[in-house]
């Protein structure tokens, strides 16, 4: 089976105090997807860290520190294992 990719919009759709909103594209190819990981690091390369699972190309995830600069991408995962990761969206909360 061939790895899934996501491709993660470049701007968050909407965010707020400590929240944000993120949607990306269903992989095109790969199988088909049983849930995304959400990651998130800090900008200047910190490590990444598992911060939400998604059943669907969308979601919102609150309690997120605010004041730094984040850096968020999704690695879609089904029977075969864990996709590549998207392309990362950068966001200041």
């Not at 996709?83 to 200041?92: D, H, K, L, Y």
Request: glycine share 10%; with cysteine.
């Amino acid at each position: 089976m061939n790895r899934l990719r996501c491709h993660a919009k470049y701007q968050p759709s909407r965010q707020g105090e400590s929240w944000i909103f993120l949607d990306w594209k269903q992989p095109a190819d790969g199988g088909t997807v049983a849930t995304y990981k959400i990651q998130r690091r800090l900008r200047a390369g910190g490590t990444w860290l598992d911060v939400g699972l998604a059943m669907e190309s969308k979601t919102t995830l609150t309690e997120q520190e605010r004041g730094k600069e984040w850096e968020y991408q999704v690695i879609a995962v089904n029977k075969a294992g864990e996709g590549a990761p998207s392309n990362t969206v950068m966001a200041v909360l």
